[in-house]
């Protein structure tokens, strides 16, 4: 048990359409990333999120785009899905401390784009 | 650019047995830190164990340690006494140490699938 949640578990979309992901981090963690995971691939760094502002993105279009609250939990958007958007989405939370810090993942969102 | 090169898209090994999986990086970045994760079928990315660049020792957590070769830029990930929980993918990991707030980002390879046979 990580202490990171993320909601939905599953989602089936259509192309064109919306999607809000969400992702609950451990208590006190200021820092939340997320990943695209296709099938078979490694995890791919879409942003992360350092005190509510963007601190870094990936190799990811503009509709991709996020949110982090003050009470640490985030959100993850994409605008006018695409087929090739279908993976696993994983968020990670942790302390950044001096630099220093272990990234803590959720159990992840199933997005099927049909 | 950061990458990390896992070579074996696949492991068996028999349970109570010790396993090696192969990572390799490469950066230009004199601070690095490396990880391993474990992702079973459920999706849920693990965390296992970390090593830092100046690390003088190879980090060790229960039945697993890594095996760091700071000039052959490997960081190879050992499971003594495998279980036949441990069958998952291993993800190999790199991130740069930044500070000031800095992004911390992770590049991983492509995994090794694990199988532990009874």
């Known amino acids: 048990e990580t202490g990171v949640t993320q909601s939905p578990t599953h989602l089936i979309k259509t192309r064109g359409q919306q999607v809000t992901l969400r992702c609950s981090s451990q208590?006190?963690?200021?820092?939340v990333s997320w990943y695209q995971q296709a099938l078979g691939q490694g995890p791919q760094f879409i942003f992360q999120y350092y005190r509510e502002e963007e601190n870094g993105r990936g190799n990811f279009p503009p509709r991709f785009s996020g949110l982090q609250f003050p009470n640490y939990s985030s959100e993850l958007n994409v605008n006018a899905l695409e087929l090739d958007d279908s993976a696993l989405y994983l968020c990670a939370s942790s302390l950044v401390l001096a630099g220093q810090e272990t990234q803590y993942f959720g159990p992840g969102t199933r997005l099927l784009v049909l | 650019a950061q990458k990390i090169t896992q070579t074996q898209p696949g492991m068996f090994v028999q349970e109570k047995e010790a396993v090696t999986l192969d990572c390799t990086y490469d950066?230009?970045?004199?601070?690095?830190?490396l990880f391993w994760y474990k992702q079973p079928s459920s999706g849920e990315m693990i965390f296992l164990i970390y090593?830092?660049?100046?690390?003088?020792q190879n980090a060790t957590e229960g039945r697993y340690s890594l095996n760091f070769q700071k000039a052959r830029k490997s960081a190879n990930l050992v499971i003594s006494a495998s279980q036949l929980g441990d069958s998952a993918m291993y993800f190999c990991a790199m991130r740069e140490e930044n500070y000031g707030g800095a992004t911390n980002k992770l590049i991983f390879g492509t995994g090794t699938l694990l199988a532990v046979q009874p």
């Open positions: 090593q830092g660049s100046y690390d003088q």
């Open positions: 950066t230009s970045d004199p601070s690095y830190g």
């Open positions: 208590s006190g963690h200021n820092t």
